[in-house]
Nanobody
């Protein structure tokens, strides 16, 4: 049983920063990809950022230069540092982890709300 627990969401003014954290427990191995997705009301869930076991990263174009993803394989954690936040970043953010070779081995957190508003 794999569990992902997110923390760090909240309300922030435009231009502000937030740091999201996700802790994994259970049978998850360092080979797994770890990432963050988000879903705004009325929109599809989209990839925000992803990091491989080796530290290679991928970002949505809309967050490049503003967000930074990092992971700690020993602690089974993944973080998302979000700077220069914009109202359009408002969404429910989900932690995700998946095996790079087996699509059925994918797990989601419960989500944490990020609201960017003045």
């Amino acid at each position: 049983q794999v569990q992902l627990v997110e923390s760090g969401g909240g309300l922030v003014q435009p231009g502000g920063s937030l740091r999201l954290s996700c802790a994994a427990s259970g049978s998850i191995f360092s080979i797994y990809l770890m990432g963050w997705y988000r879903q705004a009301p009325g929109k599809q869930r989209e990839l925000v950022a992803e990091v491989t076991s080796g530290g290679s990263t991928k970002y949505a174009d809309s967050v490049k230069g503003r967000f930074t993803i990092s992971r700690d394989n020993a602690k089974k954690t993944v973080n998302l540092q979000m700077n220069s936040l914009k109202p359009e970043d408002t969404a429910l953010y989900y932690c995700n982890t998946k095996h790079p070779g087996y699509s059925h081995l994918e797990y989601w957190g419960q989500g944490t709300q990020v609201t960017v508003s003045s």
